[in-house]
């Protein structure tokens, strides 16, 4: 028999019933049933159940026994009495009793439990990381990421992809954050770097004649951490492909991420079209270049209802150059406790607040209230029909504006009887993140938004060029090397109105992907810069190795990232990216269980050629 197993501990079925066995793993818990011990017995399989009682050998071994000891044990299949089988686990059917049994290693007592599902400190969590993932939640999400990766390998290499490593050590890069740095010794005085991303490389490779690459990239960027984002390194899949328009690369990634989403999405639904919607459009619809679908409120821009009205907070905001009222339709929302609630919330996230208007009834109140008469007259009035009934608006907005402007607001909107609407005003850019925020609150708290689907869209068409409000200065507002739309000769005009072969893919408010078609000709990288503020002389400097290689033959080409993290957290419905992460760090980027960031010891520092300054 092997050393340590003859089976693992999720194999027993009723057909080994009889059979002597060897199994090892872990005391999940121990149970005393009057002079009979039952230990769960746990590897990375599965569960089985064992029991020994007085008459083995080895029971006052196993009494010694405390949750998490690694042990051996050898003993006989039994079928559980009928009244006894477990129907949730495959090896329910039977136990086995102990005849023989070895500690492979005893474990000191637990800073945190394995079995059940309690909650502990993220602090305790990630010190003792190898404790936390031996719970069954933290073992089903690694085995879950382990197996997205290996799906999302096949289908890649079933497109004719294949895959290829690219440096870790490198120079810095132009990523937009900050890098990590790495001394050489050889060199003193100059520092490699980590990649923020294997772009520069990926896009080299297509110069260099390979036609379809991808790979499972390490990533590493000097970032503040967020719940969807590791403060330290992440994992994407990479992809670039030679002569594609961006259709094409939308083609290709498509179907890899909707047969992985399909195949570990738990049944949900997994959108069949993905809709594709300019930046501009996603900002003024759902306050968010990443929207969630599954919400299906869009908001609107109502400046001409409130421009000259009697709400004079809009009404004078709106006499400001490059100011608007948006609206955010409320479905189900129309009532005063729900209204000013969400304007609470618009206060907790830093705004003097929200208006609103909802849509009920007409009451014998509100008609008392309007005509200057006794409630009991006015319900006379409604029921003679002598005052019509049906819908009116109600709200503070609704009495400043009056009734006509508030009909046209709600014919705009399409809402009826028990709807709300919200409204935000100002420069959008002031207020646009805020009000997405609430326009997913809303979807929530209202049951709008549609929890058992995965929705995504391509986010198309971003602009290139932002204008300094302060400054007057042009600048880049992203990626500056997408191709932009119309080359050269889009360059020759207003510099804000330049849009880039730039998307990001968006599924139920995350980004997920992200990419481009490449500006591949240099001529039209050096006026793209120029714009900017930035002369050839400083695009030489600082991406020489690019440049330099487009001035032989570089093909057009184009293709993503998709982040592995992010996929993993949405199909394990994780709140948290560190859920999904091995060993992760901490919000402040350290890692507790390893002690990192340390301190290096004089010799490295010497050998390397560096001083510490301390921090006053």
Same mark, same amino acid.
């Given at each position: 028999m092997h050393a340590y197993r003859s089976h693992s501990c999720a194999a027993l079925t009723s057909a080994d019933v009889g059979n002597t066995v060897r199994l090892s793993g872990w005391v999940h818990r121990v149970r005393d049933h009057g002079g009979v011990l039952f230990i769960d017995l746990r590897d990375h399989y599965g569960m089985t159940q064992v029991l020994c009682d007085p008459d083995s050998p080895v029971f006052g071994e196993v009494e010694k026994l405390r949750s998490e000891w690694c042990i051996r044990i050898d003993?006989?299949?039994?079928?559980?009495?009928?009244?006894?089988?477990?129907?949730?686990?495959?090896?329910?059917?039977?136990?086995?009793?102990?005849?023989?049994?070895?500690?492979?290693?005893?474990? &000191?007592?637990?800073? /945190?439990?394995?079995?059940?599902?309690?909650?502990?400190?993220?602090?305790?969590?990630?010190?003792?990381?190898?404790?936390?993932?031996?719970?069954?939640?933290?073992?089903?999400?690694?085995?879950?990421?382990?197996?997205?990766v290996s799906s999302i390998r096949k289908r890649m290499w079933d497109q004719e992809f294949r895959e290829y490593q690219t440096p870790i050590i490198t120079a810095s890069s132009p990523e937009g954050a900050r890098d990590f740095l790495v001394p050489s010794r050889l060199h003193p005085g100059k520092f490699y770097a980590l990649p923020q991303a294997p772009q520069q490389f990926?896009?080299?490779?297509?110069? @260099?004649?390979?036609?379809?690459?991808?790979?499972?990239?390490?990533?590493?960027?000097?970032?503040?951490?967020?719940?969807?984002?590791?403060?330290?390194?992440?994992?994407?899949?990479?992809?670039?492909?030679?002569?594609?328009? $961006?259709?094409?690369?939308? *083609?290709?990634?498509?179907?890899?991420?909707?047969?992985?989403?399909?195949?570990?999405?738990?049944?949900?639904?997994? *959108? +069949?079209?993905?809709? $594709?919607?300019?930046?501009? *459009?996603?900002?003024?619809?759902?306050? @968010?270049?990443?929207?969630?679908?599954?919400?299906?409120?869009?908001?609107?821009?109502? @400046?001409?209802?409130?421009?000259?009205?009697?709400?004079?907070?809009?009404?004078?905001?709106?006499? $400001?150059?490059?100011?608007?009222?948006?609206?955010?339709p409320a479905p189900k929302g129309g009532s005063r406790k729900f209204c000013d609630r969400m304007n609470a919330y618009a206060q907790k996230e830093g705004l003097p607040g929200m208006g609103y208007i909802f849509w009920r009834e007409k009451t014998a109140d509100s008609v008392a209230q309007e005509l200057g008469i006794p409630v009991k007259e006015a319900q006379a009035k409604l029921k003679s029909g002598e005052v019509e009934g049906g819908m009116e608006a109600a709200g503070p907005l609704a009495k400043n504006i009056g009734p006509e402007r508030t009909e046209a607001i709600r014919q705009q909107l399409g809402l009826s009887v028990g709807d709300a609407a919200f409204f935000l005003g100002g420069k959008p850019k002031a207020f646009e993140a805020i009000a997405g925020r609430a326009r997913n609150v809303i979807g929530?708290?209202?049951?709008?938004?549609?929890? &058992?689907?995965?929705?995504?869209?391509?986010?198309?068409?971003?602009?290139?060029?932002?204008?300094?409000?302060?400054?007057?200065?042009?600048d880049f507002e992203h990626n500056p090397f997408s191709m932009p739309q119309g080359g050269m000769e889009a360059l020759q005009? *207003?510099?804000?109105?330049?849009?880039?072969?730039?998307?990001?893919?968006?599924?139920?408010?995350?980004? /997920?992907? @992200?990419?481009?078609?490449?500006?591949?000709?240099?001529?039209i990288m050096f006026k793209a810069f120029e714009i900017a503020g930035?002369?050839?002389? +400083?695009?030489?400097?600082?991406?020489?190795?690019?440049?330099?290689?487009?001035?032989?033959?570089?093909?057009?080409?184009?293709?993503?990232?998709?982040?592995?993290?992010?996929?993993?957290?949405?199909?394990?419905?994780?709140?948290?990216?560190?859920e999904v992460i091995l060993f992760p760090m901490n919000q402040r980027a350290e890692d507790l269980m390893m002690n990192a960031p340390s301190e290096p010891t004089s010799d490295q520092l010497m050998e390397l050629g560096l001083r510490v300054i301390p921090q006053e």
């Open positions: 003993g006989e299949v039994k079928a559980r009495d009928a009244s006894l089988v477990n129907p949730k686990i495959p090896t329910g059917e039977i136990e086995v009793f102990v005849r023989d049994l070895e500690v492979l290693g005893a474990s &000191d007592e637990l800073p /945190l439990m394995v079995f059940g599902e309690q909650e502990y400190p993220e602090e305790t969590r990630l010190t003792y990381r190898y404790l936390d993932l031996r719970r069954e939640k933290m073992q089903a999400n690694m085995k879950l990421r382990s197996d997205v990926k896009q080299l490779l297509m110069v @260099s004649g390979f036609d379809k690459y991808f790979q499972i990239a390490p990533c590493f960027r000097d970032e503040d951490p967020r719940a969807d984002r590791s403060p330290t390194d992440f994992y994407q899949l990479d992809l670039e492909m030679s002569f594609v328009t $961006q259709q094409d690369v939308f *083609d290709t990634i498509q179907p890899v991420l909707a047969g992985v989403f399909e195949e570990f999405g738990g049944g949900k639904k997994v *959108d +069949e079209t993905w809709e $594709q919607i300019s930046y501009r *459009d996603a900002a003024l619809w759902y306050g @968010s270049d990443k929207p969630d679908l599954r919400n299906p409120i869009k908001m609107q821009v109502v @400046s001409e209802h409130f421009a000259g009205s009697g709400f004079a907070i809009f009404a004078k905001l709106l006499e $400001q150059e490059g100011t608007e009222i948006r609206a955010i929530d708290e209202l049951g709008l938004t549609d929890q &058992d689907r995965y929705a995504f869209a391509w986010i198309v068409d971003f602009p290139i060029y932002e204008r300094d409000e302060e400054s007057g200065k042009v005009g *207003d510099p804000l109105n330049v849009l880039g072969y730039q998307y990001d893919l968006a599924c139920n408010g995350y980004e /997920l992907v @992200s990419g481009a078609i490449r500006n591949h000709r240099p001529e930035y002369d050839e002389a +400083e695009v030489r400097k600082r991406f020489g190795g690019m440049v330099n290689a487009f001035q032989y033959g570089a093909p057009p080409h184009g293709g993503c990232a998709a982040g592995i993290d992010r996929i993993v957290m949405l199909l394990a419905g994780e709140q948290n990216i560190r």
